[in-house]
């Protein structure tokens, strides 16, 4: 059985990559259960998408422990560990990300053993807030496995999105081919896993839960709305950045809509975001009357910080 | 007949649509809305002939089906969870109309904390209300059965709505090949739906579930639901029969994978079986003796063909994807039920619970529970109840609570 894994945020069209690629397999005659996981529901969120494929009927269901083939859509979740992107991969997991960066550095970053590859889907940063990534990710996904033509892959997007009009197709069938051809010396390097053996598998460590005071065991979180620790911020794929030459100091209308409570207004009255916290939803941005909140590209925006 | 890849929700709408129902009263909510969206779009491309109509709340969502229902129209609707819960009062009002509907329920963990993820705690609370419950472990049996519940419930001798349950996200939204039986076969097996006297009309009013004076008339109409639900046994097995004669899939009341020659059998409920399936595979690769009983129908209670199934085993290891607060696994103790004191029932019943808030449940702990059970049958003693919970998982639990004590402390030193 194969078993694939996407990884990406809320927006970037991580199941339609998992409907792209079950389809395909399935119009090869393989058996398939695709599904995505939806986490905290939210753009930017990490999200992750899933796709079994074997010429049997299949009756494992549910999250993949041990994938075969991990396709990464955004480099930026790779260490963020509630993304879960490395987790139950060994030495046959081949792991693929759209990045720049080159597949030498990531598999030293991460202290990988097992096949790493890497290539820039998305040309611009641009690209990462639009859909055609899930069609890229699939198209490399088609190749790595091997087992799927390009004639197959693009019947398949076909079938997913002609709701969406033929130039919504054209397009994502462009980019999935452009993905496909350019790994395509790499064809078929995902092999399929052995079964977990019931002779001889790892004892899956159960405790007997302890009994705690409802003072430690009722779920409660103490500051408003979420969780002050829990950096939120890390969903954006959009930053707001407000233009103090512009900002009036209104009546901070973008304090009031902001829906995380993410933006403070300090002593003198200048608005500030916590970009802690910011989710980057941009209603703060079309909230602004005169329009002194601009928004870039939150990949943009850490690689300025970094050279500053 | 065709095959595509279907998620449960694209299943449950097509067995709505397959069955020709008249009237869809709707309340949108996770993980179900999509089942509602697909049958709003075919009615309003034209490709279904049914009225659709949004309710303020799950509550008149069911006095809505319950009442369209009284009139002699077939009526479907779906809800999970909190939904569920919020219109509980209208599920015991109407089963005692004995005015027979389909409602898909999509089963998800009850708050709180609140969660999207599915477990059985939802569908189990409406476990006594007078609904009959089939539950699903593929997609492609989510269809049939809600084909199935029209027939089950619109039988004269039944006349008590249906639910059909699915587990969330491990069904609704994942992709599986379906089989759609074309049109006019399901109709065919539908068949057109007599009300009898079912018969409710403005210009010819009846006065439904009247008030009763006292218990005696009370334990009466009471009573009679359950019988009714009884009966339910019997015309499930004619009708899946039918069903397999028609389109060739067997649903049984209570399928029964691998379980013949076996020693020891794991038992449970939903979307989870097939991976128990696949662990049966793995264990008897691996020279055990083991199968899966697995209940399609919960309400009316297959008793009887549980005893024989479970008769001389020398253990069953019940998984329970839900929680009855100070007492357990809700299946367990309705297996017991019916084993105690019967002649060769299994030794042992260990009980688990396991999947709860979608909590995945690993090869290898369907691995483990085997071998907790064999254990307990070797040494003549039956272990405490279990919650499926790792080491691993404390530790994220304690990392939660480390984050939960700072910000108490942040918290406090604001209001200094
Ligand atoms: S984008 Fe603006 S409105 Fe949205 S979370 Fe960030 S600061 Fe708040
Ligand atoms: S809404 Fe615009 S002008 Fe008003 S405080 Fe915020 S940034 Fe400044």
């Known amino acids: 059985m194969y078993r694939i894994r996407f990884h990406g945020r809320g ?62 859509a955004d480099d930026t979740l790779v260490p963020i560990p509630a993304a879960g992107v490395l987790a139950g991969m060994d030495q046959h997991s081949v792991l693929f990300i759209n990045s720049s960066t080159s597949a030498d550095e990531w598999r030293s970053r991460l202290n990988l053993t097992g096949p790493v590859l890497t290539l820039p889907l998305t040309a611009d940063i641009e690209d990462r807030a639009v859909p055609y990534v899930g069609a890229a990710c699939a198209g490399a996904a088609a190749c790595l496995l091997g087992v799927i033509p390009q004639q197959s892959l693009a019947k398949a997007i076909e079938d997913e999105l002609s709701e969406h009009g033929a130039e919504v197709v054209r397009k994502n069938q462009q980019k999935a081919a452009q993905a496909f051809e350019a790994i395509a010396k790499h064809t078929g390097i995902v092999s399929e896993a052995e079964d977990i053996s019931a002779h001889d598998y790892v004892d899956p460590g159960w405790l007997d839960l302890p009994f705690e005071q409802a003072s430690i065991s009722a779920p409660t979180i103490h500051a408003g709305l979420t969780s002050v620790e829990v950096k939120t911020g890390l969903w954006r794929t959009l930053r707001p950045v407000i233009d103090y030459e512009r900002c009036n100091k209104c009546w901070w209308v973008c304090s009031s809509f902001c829906p995380d409570g993410a933006i403070n207004v300090s002593n003198d009255g200048q608005p500030e975001i916590d970009y802690d916290h910011c989710k980057g939803c941009m209603v703060c941005v079309a909230q602004c009357p005169p329009h002194a909140i601009e928004t870039i590209p939150e990949q943009q925006a850490l690689q300025r910080e970094e050279q500053t | ?67 369209a229902a009284a009139t002699g129209v077939r009526v479907f609707s779906a809800t999970s969870s909190q939904g569920l819960l919020y219109g509980m009062e209208m599920l015991y009002t109407v089963a005692g109309w004995r005015a027979p509907f389909v409602l898909v329920n999509v089963s998800r963990g009850l708050a709180a904390p609140i969660t999207l993820e599915s477990d059985h705690n939802d569908i189990l609370a409406a476990r006594d209300c007078g609904f009959l419950q089939i539950h699903c472990t593929t997609c492609q049996e989510v269809l049939d059965s809600t084909l199935i519940a029209y027939r089950l419930a619109e039988h004269h001798s039944v006349r008590l709505p249906v639910i059909v349950n699915l587990d969330g996200f491990y069904l609704s939204f994942t992709r599986e090949p379906v089989e759609l039986p074309d049109a006019e076969a399901a109709a065919k097996f539908v068949g057109n739906y007599d009300a009898e006297n079912v018969q409710f009309r403005a210009s010819a009013p009846t006065s439904q579930a009247v008030a009763v004076l006292g ?202």
């Open chain 1, 11 to 72: 927006g970037q069209g991580m199941k339609t990559a998992s409907r792209i690629l079950g389809s395909a397999l399935f119009q090869q005659g393989y058996e398939v259960q695709d599904a995505p996981r939806y986490g905290a529901e939210r753009r930017g969120a990490p999200i992750f998408a899933y796709v079994r494929a074997a010429k049997v009927l299949i009756n494992e269901r549910g999250i993949i422990r041990h994938p075969d083939l991990v396709i990464v």
């Open chain 2, 215 to 416: 218990g005696t008339p009370y334990s009466y109409f009471r009573y009679e639901i359950h019988l009714a639900a009884q009966q339910g046994l019997k015309v499930y097995d004619e009708v899946a029969t039918e069903f397999a004669q028609q389109f060739g899939r067997k649903h049984e009341a209570v399928e029964a994978y691998r379980c013949d020659d076996a020693d020891y059998v794991f038992v449970m409920l939903g979307s989870f079986a097939s991976k128990a399936k696949a662990a049966v595979d793995q264990l008897r690769d691996a020279g055990w003796s083991i199968g899966l009983v697995r209940p399609r129908l919960l309400r009316p209670f297959p008793a009887e063909r549980f005893y024989q199934l479970l008769k001389s085993k020398k253990g069953a290891a019940v998984i329970d994807q839900n929680i009855s607060m100070g007492k357990g696994g809700v299946l367990h103790s309705e297996l017991a039920s019916v084993l105690y004191g019967k002649p060769d029932a299994p030794p042992v019943l260990t009980s688990f619970i396991g999947g709860l808030g979608g909590r995945d449940i690993s090869q290898e702990e369907l691995f483990e529970m085997a071998k907790v059970t064999r254990d307990a049958y070797e040494k003549s003693e039956t272990p405490a109840p279990r919650l499926l919970f790792t080491q691993d998982e404390m530790r994220e639990v304690h990392k939660l609570q480390a984050v939960a004590h700072v910000e108490r402390q942040e918290l406090e030193k604001d209001h200094e």
């Open chain 2, 1 to 67: 007949m065709s095959r595509a890849l279907l998620t449960g929700n694209g299943a449950a709408a097509w067995g709505a649509r397959l069955a020709q129902v008249d009237y869809i009263p709707a309340f949108p909510i996770t993980p179900q809305t999509e089942i509602i969206e697909n049958l709003a779009k075919w009615i309003d491309t034209d490709e279904m002939d049914s009225r659709l109509v949004t309710l303020e709340s799950e509550h008149s969502m069911i006095t809505a089906a319950g009442a």
